[in-house]
């Protein structure tokens, strides 16, 4: 619930920073009202659909931090946590507002140097009335994270629960700034010739003409500092060979393990085990093979490198078809 879209609707047009100038009492009002709109609308999600939900604005003051408590805690019943991103760091505040901030609706049809020269303006504005998030006294007993300078250093603060703390993993590792990640299969092996499951049979003719595409591919993008990882997989290991870059194998990528099925086509299956193949197509997401996994055991598998993706920097992963899935519907936000 990102309360820039309710002042962008509010006010159809972007004026400028002076628009955030605290003693702007006409703009103060308006932004206080959208403020509110979007909590109320945010709480109304919570208790209708929603499990967890982001109340995305600057709430800067101890007041605007207190309003939310108190509403989201008493009138809503629900937890909060707050993320309080701290940059003074010149060079972090110009990478981010070039990265993140110029590809706001505020500044469409704007120069570059417009747009940064603005943001910084507004930046000052937010300064005048910003007050960090205290943890001695007043704002002790919120559970909180500061983030300072895009994950040089944190501070965590009273988690409590589950949702919590995986929000904590996941914020401590990440970072806004820009990176590549290369994602793909495995070239193609012996055992996708004779299209049989799972397996870690060596590459086909064709997987090994891959392997030396990929390798060119990838010198001629000259790549600085990439990493490579494959799964533990043979066909993956090999795919990697002939890349110079340092390589580094995760079982965790390793394809969805077909339990009993190992080895076998999907026309065996289907005429060995016709019952498992009918509640496989069913549900492909949740069907767990005897003694394999589903695709929902994968997502739980994968979470942990998940993780590990959002920390990284540039990088090149090798894996199967399930994984490459997986990932893929992460960063473009697939529902299952």
């Not at 100038?21 to 919570?46: F, K």
């Not at 983030?147 to 949702?163: A, D, M, P, Q, S």
């Amino acid at each position: 619930f990102n309360v820039g879209d309710y002042r962008r609707d509010a006010v159809k047009v972007y004026t400028g920073n002076e628009f955030f100038n605290p003693d702007n009492t006409e703009a103060v009002a308006i932004r206080n009202l959208c403020a509110q709109n979007a909590l109320e609308d945010m709480c109304n999600y919570l208790h209708n659909q929603g499990e967890v939900a982001i109340f995305d604005a600057t709430n800067t003051t101890r007041e605007r931090r207190r309003t939310i408590y108190n509403y989201c805690t008493e009138v809503c019943c629900f937890r909060v946590f707050f993320v309080e991103s701290i940059c003074n760091s010149p060079e972090v505040i110009q990478a981010n507002i070039r990265e993140v901030k110029l590809k706001s609706p505020d500044y469409k049809n704007v120069s570059e140097e417009e747009a940064v020269e603005d943001f910084l303006l507004r930046i000052e504005l937010y300064v005048k009335q910003y007050e960090p998030i205290d943890d001695k006294i007043t704002e002790k007993h919120y559970s909180f994270i500061k983030i300072y300078n895009c994950g040089e250093r944190f501070l965590v603060h009273k988690i409590r629960g589950t949702i919590q703390s995986r929000v904590v993993y996941f914020l401590m590792n990440m970072h806004v700034l820009q990176r590549t990640i290369y994602l793909t299969r495995h070239g193609e092996s012996e055992m996708n010739v004779e299209q049989r499951i799972g397996g870690d049979s060596p590459l086909s003719p064709a997987g090994i003409t891959y392997t030396e595409v990929l390798a060119q591919y990838i010198a001629n993008e000259n790549i600085k500092d990439l990493i490579v990882w494959t799964s533990a997989r043979q066909q993956a290991i090999d795919t990697a060979a002939k890349i110079n870059a340092p390589t580094e194998p995760l079982k965790a990528l390793n394809g969805l393990n077909p339990g009993m099925f190992e080895g076998l086509t999907y026309r065996e299956v289907a005429e060995r085990y016709p019952e498992e193949f009918a509640a496989r197509d069913r549900s492909k997401y949740y069907y767990r093979s005897p003694g394999g996994e589903s695709y929902h055991d994968l997502v739980a598998r994968l979470e942990p490198v998940i993780m590990e993706l959002e920390r990284a920097e540039n990088l090149l992963v090798i894996c199967h078809q399930a994984v490459a899935r997986c990932i893929l519907a992460y960063f473009l936000d697939k529902d299952p």
